[in-house]
């Protein structure tokens, strides 16, 4: 016998472990596992998900099927067992696309006794509700209704058969990333009987691109993408152009600028009921399509152990081809995430762990988090209390070079630095496990810049993660940063840094490994445990 196999036999075997903290026995991670995460192995899938001839991974597009047949043949080789409906590996869900029937769409506007018709331009739908709706108007600033917070933008106010006006963002003094579903948008709303929402510009920078022809002639082309379920218990949504808003706004002595400006800072918006009403007509084209996620799981060696998954997630669908032809080909985003997670799957098959591993590829990202969506808030294939954390990877494939200057990389990452996102919200010992094995394996540079809820760019999220953790699982998001082929056709699999991505991808690894081997359930925090206990029996 040689003398690899006696390493490996000792790594199945005993599972050494090493001390995490002086409780907590770490999990020893096995070498030939660690050597199937190599650059050679990673580009093998990229070069085909972010090829030419697959044209891209648009979520409605034919080719995406391809794709998604792909990863699923691969984990079966790999010997994961599908999760979906009998065994598949295919999740199916449907959605819809929205489209505006502008002729037949009209607003009037009657503001301090003064009306006035608004054709489809002037206001835009941004629903998925058909129908005439009518009712007077309040402003409810952010919109957010959480008295255990000590936050409630509908105190003092009756919006009862109203339209609200809200804006984006949250006040310095709430952590958006604590709110609950019915604590904030539509869900709050609907709560407290509005009949609709009303979104207006907060910037003049925006008001006045809606002035524009290009923009007019932008919105009557614009297909949004919604998930099918539930879609009729939606409020409806319109967009008010400038004309409109600023005489809304006027009455709350607020000005494009002076919004923005209270907006950056997070401050405080007054509720008020206003001297308005409108009456919306909104006719929309709308089409079912039918899309998966792709979903496997692998079984784990300890019975004990079978209802704690550890899953890895990442996102295989991207933009759709341009009117010009160009194909938005996603090396990075999300093609780095897809094949990592399909590496990192094949490494673990290899020496399958005592707890089981969920892997999935969410459809619809791009579209908003909609596969993630689906599978957290209508059906989970792994019900959410058997999932212990979601290693979510988006974004892994690019590093800054030395001497790059540029403003359009400014937020990307070097070779030796990734953005770890979310760690420490749900779950101090992930945080802690996470460090620890860093430190220990990869010795990367982990950069918690975008770790605040409250950061400008709102990364925590706009991942699908989120989905998982607005339920309260625990979870990790490793990111690149936003560099210059963001969402570009240029965004190709010449510009991505294999050795950089298989770094990261076996950090991922060893990560959930030792997730997976830990002698006892990955705890959470107390105080997210109760309040998520809450928000998930209130949804
Ligand atoms: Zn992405």
């Known amino acids: 016998m040689q003398a690899g196999i006696i390493a490996l036999l000792l790594a199945c075997t005993s599972l050494n472990l090493v001390a995490a903290d002086k409780k907590t026995q770490l999990a020893k991670v096995p070498a ?40 699923a043949t691969r984990l079966k080789s790999y010997g994961f067992k599908g999760a979906g409906e009998n065994g598949s590996y295919m999740q199916n869900f449907e959605v819809i696309t929205v489209k505006p029937d502008a002729p037949k769409s009209s607003l009037t506007a009657t503001i301090a006794g003064q009306s006035a018709d608004y054709a489809y331009g002037d206001f835009t739908n941004s629903g998925t509700r058909a129908g005439t709706f009518e009712g007077g108007v309040a402003f409810v600033g952010y919109g957010i209704s959480a008295p255990r917070l000590n936050h409630d933008d509908y105190s003092g106010v009756d919006v009862k058969g109203k339209w609200v ?65 539930n879609n009729d218990k939606k409020l409806p949504g319109v967009t008010l152009g400038p004309a409109i808003a600023e005489k809304l706004l006027a009455q709350m002595d607020l000005t494009f600028d002076t919004i923005a400006a209270k907006l ?52 295989y669908d991207h933009l759709k081809t341009g009117v010009n032809g160009d194909i938005y080909h996603g090396a990075d985003d999300d093609g780095s995430g897809t094949t990592s997670v399909l590496t990192i799957a094949h490494a673990l098959a290899m020496h399958p762990p005592r707890r089981p591993v969920f892997i999935i590829f969410h459809a619809g990202e791009e579209l908003g988090l909609l596969g993630s969506q689906y599978n957290t808030d209508d059906s989970p294939v792994i019900p959410l209390d058997k999932i212990l954390v979601d290693l979510n990877i988006d974004m892994i494939g690019r590093s800054k070079a030395a001497g790059d200057t540029s403003e ?48 400008p760019d709102r990364i925590y999220f706009r991942s699908d993660h989120w989905n998982y953790a607005k339920h309260g699982v625990p979870i990790i998001f490793y990111f690149d940063g936003i560099h210059v082929d963001y ?53």
């Open 165 to 229: 006006i809200i804006v984006r963002g949250a006040p310095k003094d709430v952590d958006p990333s604590k709110l609950k579903d019915e604590e904030s948008g539509q869900e709050a709303a609907k709560a407290h009987g509005a009949i609709g929402l009303i979104t207006v510009p907060t910037s003049t920078n925006f008001a006045n691109n809606m002035k524009t022809d290009a923009f007019k002639q932008r919105v009557l082309q614009q297909e949004s993408v919604r998930l099918a379920f």
């Open 32 to 71: 030939d596992s660690l050597q199937a995460i190599n650059p050679n192995e990673l580009r093998m899938h990229l070069e085909f998900l972010a090829s030419d001839q697959l044209g891209g991974r648009y979520t409605l597009s034919p080719n995406f099927a391809v794709a998604a047949q792909y990863l």
């Open 408 to 455: 359009a990389n400014k937020q990307l990452t070097d070779k030796d630095t990734i953005y770890l996102i979310g760690a420490d919200k749900i779950s101090a010992e992930l945080n802690t496990i996470s460090e620890s094995t860093n430190a220990e394996f990869e010795k990367m540079k982990l950069d918690y810049l975008l770790n605040d809820p409250n950061h």
């Open 264 to 315: 950056k800072n997070g401050e405080p918006l007054a509720s008020k009921a206003l001297n308005a009403s409108v009456k919306a007509t909104i006719a929309l084209n709308v089409a079912t399509v039918r899309t998966q996620n792709v979903v496997a799981t692998l079984d784990g060696t300890d019975p004990q152990l079978k209802d704690e998954y550890v899953t890895f997630s990442a996102h």
């Open 487 to 539: 969402h570009k056709p240029t965004d190709t699999v010449d510009k991505i840094d294999f050795d950089k991505m298989a770094r990261v991808d076996r950090l991922v690894f060893e990560t959930g490994w030792r997730i997976a081997n830990l002698d006892h359930r990955l705890k959470k925090d107390a105080a997210t445990a109760t309040a998520v206990a809450a928000g998930a029996n209130s949804r």
